[in-house]
């Protein structure tokens, strides 16, 4: 299987990196750089930063689309830290683009078909114009990590962080999108990384800034949901989606999101006769999941320092 992934590089979508490397049924063809947690450009810089720390440094980055005005928000910022990486030193350098993302995605669509999937887990812009240019994309399968359907946002009551960015292009792609699974809050939240989990992997360089990442982000869990053992595996959870869609129960239902008025964001079904349908995962086998992301990323540090 091929894979692209659309990545707003903070510490999740470092997770989710690591995980499409280490799985032995992804091939990672490339990353569309996106924004939310971070700008496109330190996003990007992050990205090619991890691939080089984990032996993926020939993946090609694209540079993709943003809207205008765009800023980091605050609460970004605590979370995943100024740099995005829980202010790890990764020694990134400034961004170099291969390219273009919609040219990039449409290329692959055309050269792998039914072997490509595309997972974003940022904002959705990137997405949505290239599904508007070229319409031989829809058909292709996606998974994205965004919404909630069955439980509150984490932006606002109706909101989820990565809709929220660019409510009109995610209705846009959740309107054209053919073959789309949306792994969203419902099944994210429900996955945890403690920190004795995350200290399995030092002992390695890479291991080591991952454990960091990981501290960061759990200390920013601390604190904004205290229940909380760990934090959650949002964007890692879509990759695992792609690899392997029996990890979640769906709903089935066309969707939408509202672009306007006090529920901006809010991923909800709509009954308009539309026939695009996109699977809504409520349900994710959390036993299998998360053991297999500890335990393939700590395979992977422990071949990289090997190697190195």
Not at 95 to 122: H, M, N, R
Not at 147 to 161: C, R
Not at 181 to 201: F, I, K, P
Not at 237 to 242: D, M, N, Y
Request: with cysteine; proline share 5%.
């Amino acid at each position: 299987m091929k894979m692209i992934l659309d990545l707003d590089t903070g510490i999740d979508d470092a997770f989710a990196l690591a995980y499409a490397i280490a799985h032995p049924g992804i091939d990672l063809i490339g990353v569309t750089g996106t924004y939310g947690n971070v700008t496109i450009e330190q996003g990007m810089a992050n990205t090619q930063a991890l691939l080089t720390l984990l032996g993926a440094a020939d993946v090609p980055v694209y540079a993709g689309r943003a809207i205008d005005g765009f800023e980091v928000s605050a609460a970004s910022a605590r979370i995943h830290g100024p740099n995005g990486v829980g202010e790890v030193d990764i020694a990134a350098d400034d961004a170099q683009s291969a390219g273009d993302a919609l040219e990039f995605l449409s290329e692959a669509a055309a050269k792998y078909g039914d072997d490509l999937v595309i997972v974003p887990t940022g904002a959705q812009t990137t997405l949505a114009r290239a599904l508007e240019k070229d319409p031989a994309l829809r058909g292709i399968r996606m998974v994205s990590m965004g919404g909630a359907l069955t439980v509150p946002g984490n932006v606002s009551p109706a909101a989820e962080a990565n809709i929220s960015q660019d409510p009109v292009s995610s209705n846009t792609v959740y309107q054209l999108a053919e073959d789309m699974t949306m792994v969203g809050l419902d099944v994210t939240m429900q996955t945890q990384l403690t920190r004795a989990e995350a200290d399995s992997w030092r002992g390695t360089p890479a291991g080591d800034v991952f454990a960091d990442m990981a501290g960061y982000y759990i200390d920013a869990y601390q604190e904004n949901n205290p229940h909380m053992d760990g934090c959650a595996l949002h964007d890692p959870l879509a990759v695992a989606v792609a690899a392997d869609p029996d990890l979640v129960d769906c709903l089935i239902l066309p969707l939408q999101v509202d672009t306007e008025g006090p529920t901006i964001g809010r991923t909800i079904g709509r009954w308009d006769g539309s026939e695009v349908e996109t699977r809504v995962a409520v349900g994710v086998d959390v036993d299998s999941f998360v053991p297999d992301f500890i335990d393939k990323l700590a395979q992977l540090f422990g071949r990289l320092a090997k190697n190195q």
